[in-house]
């Protein structure tokens, strides 16, 4: 329901290819649909507000994790995990990131996910393509560990429930 919440930050950016392929198939979806099921009572709430639907309800997610590894020495580094979208603020999250490592000159950001692309500019315009590390998309386990090495998971989104990102950290420690 975020983009229908955000409008203006949303269509400007994506205009049509995102109306096309995103806003047009979900409302579709939405008013066709006998039953909508969501992860969270926020949503829950929203799809009620926005779209007048009285049969909605919110199944919670629930995260099932190995049992805990030994505890690591956090490296000098914050993880962002959540993907290049407007609402997100990655941009926000690198300009903090380039005042922080003025004084903290150890330490690293590392993005896992695609799209950060995007920022390559701005990374250069604020001197710090050498601190951030865009490894991709990376195995469960390999995310896993690199939560754990962290000193901290930044979740700089300007509205959002709680992510998947929060569940993630908490259960790696951090």
Known sequence: TIPYNLPKLYLPKY?????????VPQLISL???DQIVTISQSSVRDIKRLFKRRNVTH???????AQPKTKVIP???FVYIGGENPRKRVDNLLKAFAGFVTDHSSYRLVLIGKGYEVYNDLMTELGIN??????GYVSEEEKYDTISASRAIVYPSMYEGYGLEIAEGILADV
Do not use: E, N, T
């Open 75 to 77: 490296k000098d580094q």
């Open 15 to 23: 205009k049509f290819h995102y109306v096309r392929h995103d806003l």
């Open 59 to 65: 199944l919670p997610l629930i995260v099932s994790h």
């Open 31 to 33: 008013f066709r649909a």
């Open 130 to 135: 050498d601190k951030v590390g865009m490894p």
